[in-house]
């Protein structure tokens, strides 16, 4: 049984850094692709990055590019979420998720993920 566990989050000042981490278990991950996306209060989840397992490519959506660094260490079956510079705006829950189909890059689109996690707070105070 594929889990995905978050941690990581918490409250942080405007400005500051948080890394986020989610470890996957239940699967050899290497054809998969990995996504972090989050959800504000009232609004829809949305994607922030991926990387794939196998070679690491990345993605970002424009809006966290240059702020947010997304890696993986393939012994420790754990991806990250580095948040720097971080705003009040970036108040959300933050989800991992996994998607099988995705050895040579990962989706914008969470439809196309297959596993999620619950999910980590994190609230930026201005």
Do not use: H
Not at 42 to 69: C, H, M, N, P, Q
Not at 97 to 102: E, R
């Amino acid at each position: 049984q594929v889990q995905l566990v978050e941690s990581g989050g918490g409250l942080v000042q405007a400005g500051g850094s948080l890394r986020l981490s989610c470890a996957a278990s239940g699967r050899t991950f290497s054809g998969y692709a990995m996504g972090w996306f989050r959800r504000a209060p009232g609004k829809e989840r949305e994607f922030l990055a991926s990387i794939t397992w196998s070679t690491g490519r990345t993605y970002y959506v424009d809006y966290v590019k240059g702020r947010f660094t997304i890696s993986r260490d393939n012994a420790k079956n754990t991806v990250y979420l580095q948040m720097n510079s971080l705003r009040p705006e970036d108040t959300a829950v933050y989800y991992c998720a996994a998607k099988s189909d995705g050895y040579y890059s990962g989706s914008y689109y969470r439809s196309t993920y297959d596993y999620w996690g619950q999910g980590t707070q994190v609230t930026v105070s201005s």
